[in-house]
């Protein structure tokens, strides 16, 4: 089975980008599907669907709302997934979580996936 390790989170200032990676060891990193996710600080704000990816790197899945600004990729020979983000706000500001599940095909379903990393906190300031 894959682990995953998030890295790449911090504190920006809004309007900044940011490049979070999720590196997978364990198994053959094109078996999966892998997923971003956050959870916002607070009481009662669950896990959001952020973005997926196919094994193939060619199917994508956003969020609605973040389409335009977050980007999933991939490099399966360096087992290594990544989230482009740009133009961030306050808003943006969670613990993400990389997340995969062995199945060609996304989905926003949290509970879909098997595997997940401990998470990268972006802090992101006004």
């Known amino acids: 089975q894959v682990q995953l390790v998030e890295s790449g989170g911090g504190l920006v200032q809004a309007g900044a980008s940011l490049r979070l990676s999720c590196a997978a060891s364990?198994?053959?990193?094109?078996?999966?599907?892998v997923a971003w996710f956050r959870q916002a600080p607070g009481p009662g704000k669950g896990r959001e669907f952020v973005?997926?990816?196919?094994?193939?790197?060619?199917?994508?899945w956003y969020a609605d709302s973040l389409k335009g600004r977050f980007t999933i990729s991939r490099d399966n020979a360096k087992s290594t997934a990544y989230l482009q983000m740009s133009s961030l706000n306050t808003e943006d500001t969670a613990d993400y979580y990389c997340a995969a599940r062995t199945h060609w095909y996304g989905t926003k379903d949290q509970y879909e996936y098997n595997y997940w990393g401990q998470g990268t906190q972006v802090t992101v300031s006004s």
């Open positions: 364990g198994d053959i990193f094109s078996r999966y599907t």
């Open positions: 973005a997926a990816l196919g094994w193939n790197g060619v199917s994508t």
